[in-house]
């Protein structure tokens, strides 16, 4: 297609590397448009933002996903064969599992109950504990023992580390990643023992193990994936408690309001916590044929890559877009087409994320913990959020001091 600015340096992945969430809205600014077309580890790539993005990616029949990921991103994050990577049918299908046991189940209200639970009481016995690491640990162990998946690997400290580091490292490059790949397949592994021995009828596993397609259970290993692909995004919930509790350190008149608001301020709250934490930069996507879309063409082959970060902090879709305000009304039941933290369109039928519900019912229920459950100081600390670190994080995680129950 002709008509889109074009970036004019050779390649722009060290500048992407460089810039991180902010890459692509800066070249938007600089070319006055939301779309411009640049290239990327070789590749010529339509960058995008905004709703035509959104519609593109969530909403435009035409793209495929397998492929259009690094290699170590698609690894660490959903695993080959697993739902991110099919398209049409088979998408719909495998996707119908997350369907009904993450957003038509009672999945979030009971992981968010004994994620509540459990963390309040990590919190005080630590005393001066680190928000990212506990949350991350604990929701470990909840999702663990939740999927069915026994004690033996709820209670290894190793296995909940492991999952932390897959979303952990997944935009990263170097040894890092070489090592959390290793600490995926292990992890694999332990799971495939796991349902070798056999796990409770009625349990998510078993309800997974049993799943069939074509009339045939999954195949063991893509099991094994889509049951890791419930078990590592809710350990990365434990980002958003992170950034939750740095904007309660940093303004604590927050804090004073949450003790006294409504569930659904409180739910407010977190989905404004959602729109402004930089956590999924990105999603790319490669046309599989022609795709006409608000005065895009583009031809089959072509490489795009909307920018979901970018999208939440337009102007014109939230007013003041830098002020975090939770009363913006934003809600993850409505298909918005400008906010897409876990992705946009249907969940059923396009590849938006299955986990809304539950990352709300989550980043709520810490809410109650850091509001309500107990009461705690932060010391000095660095609580600076580096743009071009992905998945992006405060510094040290955030720091308490002197946590004890509330009274
Ligand atoms: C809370 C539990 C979560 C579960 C069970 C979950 C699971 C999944 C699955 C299975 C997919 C693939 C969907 C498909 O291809 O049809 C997906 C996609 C996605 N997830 Fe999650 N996720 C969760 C939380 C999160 C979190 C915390 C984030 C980060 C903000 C996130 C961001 C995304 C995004 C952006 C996509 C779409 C990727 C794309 O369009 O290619 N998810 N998630």
């Not at 680190?130 to 209670?155: H, M, P, Q």
């Not at 408690?241 to 940093?250: D, E, K, T």
């Not at 107990?374 to 580096?386: C, F, G, M, N």
Request: charged share 25%.
């Amino acid at each position: 297609m002709t008509g889109l600015p074009r970036e004019s340096v050779g390649d722009s992945t060290l500048s992407l590397l460089r810039e991180g969430y902010e890459f692509v809205s800066r070249r938007c600014e600089k070319h006055q448009s939301d779309a411009f077309r640049t290239r990327l580890l070789g590749r010529d790539v339509i960058c995008l933002r905004g709703p035509r993005a959104v519609a593109l990616l969530y909403g435009t029949a035409g793209l495929k996903r397998c492929g259009a990921m690094p290699w170590t991103v698609l690894n660490l994050l959903q695993g080959p064969g697993s739902v991110g990577t099919l398209e049409g049918e088979a998408h719909r299908h495998r996707k119908s599992l997350f369907v009904s046991l993450m957003v038509e189940g009672d999945a979030a209200d009971q992981l968010a109950c004994a994620f509540e639970a459990a963390w309040a009481e990590r919190l005080v016995f630590e005393a001066t504990p680190n928000v990212l690491t506990t949350a991350s640990d604990v929701l470990a162990r909840v999702v663990t023992e939740w999927a069915g998946l026994g004690e033996g690997l709820a209670g290894d400290p190793r296995f909940r580390r492991d999952l932390f580091l897959m979303s952990d490292q997944a935009g990263r490059f170097g040894p890092g990643v070489v090592h959390a790949l290793w600490r995926r397949s292990r992890a694999e592994r332990r799971i495939h023992e796991v349902l070798d021995a056999g796990v409770d009828t009625g349990t998510p596993a078993d309800f997974i193990v049993r799943f069939e397609e074509g009339g045939r259970p999954l195949p063991r290993d893509v099991a094994v994936r889509e049951i890791l692909n419930i078990l590592r995004p809710v350990v990365a919930v434990g980002r958003h408690v992170a950034f939750a509790a740095r904007i309660l350190v940093r303004d604590p008149e927050w804090r004073d309001w949450l003790r006294t608001v409504s569930e659904n301020e409180m739910t407010a709250f977190a989905e404004e916590v959602r729109r402004t934490s930089p956590f999924f930069p990105a999603t790319t996507a490669i046309t599989t044929e022609r795709v006409d879309l608000d005065g895009l063409t583009l031809q089959p082959g072509q490489w795009v890559m909307a920018d979901l970060w970018g999208t939440m902090q337009l102007e014109r879709c939230f007013p003041a877009a830098e002020v975090f305000k939770p009363g913006r009304n934003l809600d993850w039941r409505r298909a918005d087409e400008c906010f897409v933290p876990q992705g946009g369109g249907d969940i059923a039928t396009s590849h938006r994320c299955p986990g809304d519900r539950t990352s709300v019912a989550l980043i709520t229920a810490a809410l109650r913990v850091l509001c309500r459950h107990v009461t705690w100081r932060a010391p000095e600390q660095d609580l600076r959020i580096s743009m071009s670190r992905m998945p992006a994080k405060p510094a040290n995680g955030v720091d308490l001091t002197d946590v004890a129950p509330e009274r």
